[in-house]
């Protein structure tokens, strides 16, 4: 097969990895890979990413002439390079391969992450975005409540799969070395607590929401809570933190593209947003053996079984955040239960084989409609 990935990066986060995971996948399987990378904020991180992979990939300035300047080009490419399958992944490359893959025999295929509707400006681009995906051979949702929401926007249920994230992930003995050096950097010795959040630092993410339930639940003991991601609310959330009286035990990392070492210091993994698809970041710490505790929205629900391989609480409530964080953290044999179980879930259902799989067959259903 010869396929073509799409991509528009806000910065290095669960789609990108997604995308250059399965490319690398589906190179290795002997099939011809290449990704478009729009001139976007995480660029830079998806090419040096996709090079570290060996993967093909290609920057796209989408200068004066906006989409249609890219959608051209993309025609000529499809018609040039004989590409069977375009797959694109958020609203910007949908709208380009709907337009430039029309009236070709290439098939398209889009994968819906997640949507945001937290603006005026996000909800327009998402109404665009489940439009254009009625012209698409295949739509791939990543957690079932995404495909109702697919589905009441009109888009036929037998054109919409359902394809669970995976990840290839592990850690060697260095990165093991730097969780340990983590760990004394911050203070922490056996019994000190170390809580790690990776995500964008949005609004959707109810950061605030985990910052009132360290507070109430950790404040003044030996314990670190550790944001690791990039966004508009840092500011406000340091802010926060402040008042508090909790700054001195609140760690602002930053965007980091290695990760690795933050979770295998890590004695619990957070999730606390409100909005989420099924987060690459919840897959590394399930295969790195980390208790974790979890919004019930999106996909998580269906990944994390409560009380066997993790806990999950109702979003935007800080006092059940609180209680559960507390529970885990103080629990030794039933944060390990938890995190053997989470292993054990994510061997089973969410290995980077098993979702390079399950593409595999979406694409070949594709290419034996046409």
């Known amino acids: ?43 830079d991180a998806m090419m040096a990413a996709l090079g570290g992979r060996d993967v093909p990939a290609e920057r796209i300035r989408v ?67 489940k439009g254009v995906l009625r012209f698409f051979d295949r739509v791939v949702v990543v957690s079932p409540p995404l495909r109702r929401e697919v589905e009441a926007a009109g888009i036929p249920g037998a054109r919409v799969r359902l394809v669970e994230n995976g990840t290839d992930f592990a850690a060697g003995g260095e990165t093991r070395e730097r969780a340990e050096a983590l760990r ?8 000190g607590r170390l809580l790690l959040r990776v995500g964008r630092l949005d609004w959707e993410k109810g950061n605030r929401t985990l910052l009132e339930a360290f507070a109430a639940g950790f404040g003044g003991r030996e314990a670190v809570l550790v944001f690791v991601g990039e966004g508009t609310e840092r500011e406000d959330l340091e802010e926060m933190a402040l008042r508090l009286g909790i700054r001195e035990q609140v760690v ?63 979003p935007r409530d800080a006092e059940a955040l609180c209680r559960a964080l507390r529970l885990v953290a103080d629990d030794a044999e039933l944060a390990a239960r938890l995190a ?31």
């Open 1 to 43: 097969m010869n396929i073509l990935h799409l991509i528009s990066s806000g910065g290095f986060y669960g789609a990108e990895r997604v995308v250059v995971e399965l490319a690398a996948y589906t190179r290795a399987q002997g099939h011809s890979v290449a990704v478009w990378v729009l001139e976007s904020p995480g660029a």
């Open 63 to 129: 200068g004066r002439t906006g989409l249609a300047g890219v959608c051209r080009r993309l025609r000529r490419r499809v018609q040039e390079s004989g590409v069977e399958i375009l797959h694109s992944h958020g609203y910007r490359t949908d709208v380009a391969a709907a337009l430039g893959g029309a009236f070709s025999p290439v098939r398209r295929v889009a994968t819906c992450h997640t949507w945001y509707s937290t603006t005026a400006r996000l909800r327009f681009y998402e109404k665009v975005d």
């Open 184 to 191: 004394e950097e911050y203070g922490l010795g056996r019994a």
């Open 252 to 314: 602002f990392a930053g965007y980091r593209r290695e990760v690795s070492h933050f979770l295998l210091a890590a004695d619990l993994f957070v999730i606390s947003s409100w909005k989420e698809g099924l987060p690459i970041a919840l897959l590394e710490a399930m295969a790195l053996r980390k208790a974790v505790v979890a919004t019930d929205v999106g996909a998580i629900g269906s990944v994390i079984v409560d009380g066997e391989n993790g806990c999950l609480v109702p």
């Open 340 to 370: 053997q179980g989470a292993w054990e879930c994510y061997r089973r259902n969410h290995t980077l084989e098993a979702m390079g799989r399950r593409y595999l067959e979406v694409y070949r259903e594709c290419l034996e409609e046409r």
